[in-house]
């Protein structure tokens, strides 16, 4: 009886016998605390985000006069703003906005800092000094001031203000990516894969990048949060989104002469920018822990 069970466990595919990365690493993200919140306030922003019209009975743009500076209520759970807006709608549908940036922010960064830094780790020579020279040029500013900058040269909108989150990020994308790959491309696999003539575009894409996922993916998950930051700074500063558009960061900006009349108008917004942030950064720390093989289990 016990050579046939262990007959027929020899037969089991090795497949079935261990759990694949990807499973390891939601069980572990479920078994976080952290991982848990910030997965459950990100899902929930983007159900909102996507079914605004479902949630919300308000108008995000529709002036109410009557309803103007009303405190939080059950009628408005975040108050109304000086037109008569309904906040807690405005903030709805401004998460639609600063998903947007933070999407394309980080899908820009990822794009571009990833193959600089892939082809500076991988060529090194004179193609790192150059990717290197450029990079140290954009470090030379903070994020946010870089962005200004950015901003500033293509003017006001939306559509810019991602171009410039995205390239305000570019640099640490360069960064991280360039150090890994210096070091995979060490690896024999990578040996193996030149002495079988594989062409360099098949290493770098087969062999290297698979194994800078991981990195990149807990890179792109924090650097999320910071693109919601840069954002609503921008637009805080007039630069970005314009009104009547429901973005978070105009919100605060309208509110801040009225803080000690009516603190819910910049008080709200500020605390959706600061929930999303730290949503991000738990799942961004919650996905380190898991892609890290010293960690997982």
């Avoid at 019209?53 to 109410?64: E, G």
């Avoid at 975040?78 to 401004?94: E, K, L, S, V």
């Avoid at 899908?107 to 780790?121: D, E, F, K």
């Avoid at 903070?142 to 991602?162: H, S």
Wanted: charged content about 15%; overall charge positive.
């Amino acid at each position: 009886m016990t050579d046939h069970k262990t007959s027929l466990e020899s037969k089991t595919p090795a497949s079935t016998k261990r759990k694949s990365t990807a499973v390891q690493v939601l069980q572990h993200l479920a078994g976080s605390s952290g991982g848990r919140l910030g997965g459950g306030i990100i899902l929930l922003l983007v159900v909102c985000a996507l079914f605004a019209p479902l949630v919300t009975p308000y108008d995000p743009i529709k002036m109410s006069p009557q309803d103007a500076l009303s405190p939080p209520s059950l009628k408005h759970l975040a108050g109304t703003d000086r037109f008569g807006r309904d906040i807690m709608t405005r903030i709805i549908y401004g998460s639609r906005i600063s998903l947007k940036v933070g999407f394309a922010g980080v899908s820009i960064a990822v794009v571009v800092g990833g193959m600089l830094g892939l082809l500076a780790g991988y060529y090194s020579g004179w193609v790192d000094g150059v990717i290197c020279y450029f990079t140290n040029i954009l470090l030379a500013l903070p994020g946010i001031l870089l962005a200004l900058v950015v901003v500033a040269a293509l003017g006001p909108g939306i559509f810019n203000v991602m171009i410039a989150v995205g390239i305000s990020s570019i640099p640490n994308y360069i960064r991280v990516v360039r150090g890994r790959t210096l070091s995979i491309k060490e690896q024999e696999f990578v040996d193996a894969a030149r002495v079988t003539g594989s062409s360099d575009a098949r290493i770098i894409f087969r062999h290297i990048l698979p194994n800078l996922f991981s990195a990149i993916v807990v890179l792109a998950s924090m650097g999320f949060a910071t693109a919601v930051l840069v954002g609503a700074a921008i637009s805080f500063l007039g630069l970005g989104a314009q009104p009547p558009t429901p973005e978070w960061g105009i919100m605060v900006t309208d509110g801040r002469t009225m803080l000690r009349q009516a603190w819910w108008l910049s008080t709200m917004p500020g605390l959706a920018i600061m929930v999303t942030a730290l949503a991000f950064n738990l799942l961004g720390d919650s996905l380190r822990d898991a892609l890290d093989p010293r960690v997982r289990i």
